[in-house]
């Protein structure tokens, strides 16, 4: 089982009295399998943000760089880029209900603040096909703020592809008389990351075509 533990700010001064913690934000994803009709995508990356705060959690004048030089539309937009990154008190809370409820883990990655300029959303470019999943519309979701995810599968490898490259692996080692150590999870990740990387999959010859 994972430890998690809780950061906090110190140094010499500290037993002069408390410390004022610098405010933190976080990009915060899972990593899992999704199922779309009879295909399983293995290795999917699933982006949670905040999708609507009808009050800031943050001090804009903090988090954004230049804040009162900017024009009303710059600032209104990064108001909104800022808005979808999470708290701590979030992430902890967006964890532990997606491990409740989804058997996923939350990974985040700190924001380094201020900021300076949009960012956080589809940064795969325009040209991905993305979909969303609207988490906090779902039966059950009892968080305190909104939270959508979205994804693509662009670069996800599906079924039967995934089971095909795992079988020629197993057989290749079993040919060339060599054991093979490694559980399918480990040869998913690998074959994932494989045809992320460089395009390449496994299909049978009767295959009339790629997933």
Request: net charge negative.
């Amino acid at each position: 089982m994972a430890r998690r533990f809780h950061v906090i700010q110190g140094g010499k001064d500290r037993e002069k009295g408390p410390v004022e913690l610098s405010p933190r934000l976080f990009k915060a994803y899972s990593i899992g399998d999704f199922a779309k009709g009879e295909m399983i995508y293995s290795e999917v990356r699933f982006n949670w943000y905040c999708l609507d705060r009808p009050h800031p959690h943050i001090d804009y004048s903090i988090a954004i760089a230049d804040y009162a030089a900017l024009g009303d539309r710059e600032r209104r937009q990064l108001e909104r880029t800022v808005d979808r990154f999470l708290s701590e008190d979030e992430v902890a809370m967006l964890r532990d209900y997606l491990e409740r409820n989804y058997s996923l883990f939350l990974d985040v990655e700190d924001v380094p603040l201020p900021v300076r300029g949009r960012s956080y959303l589809f940064e795969e470019g325009s040209s991905v096909i993305y979909d969303f999943l609207e988490l906090s519309e779902r039966e059950g979701y009892d968080l305190p703020f909104k939270i959508w995810g979205y994804y693509t599968l662009t670069h996800s490898l599906g079924s039967p592809s995934m089971e095909n490259g795992i079988r020629l692996i197993r057989k290749a080692f079993e040919a060339l008389k060599l054991s093979l150590a490694f559980p399918d999870e480990e040869l998913a990740r690998v074959l994932s990351r494989i045809y992320r990387e460089d395009g390449l999959f496994v299909k049978r010859r009767d295959s009339p075509s790629r997933d």
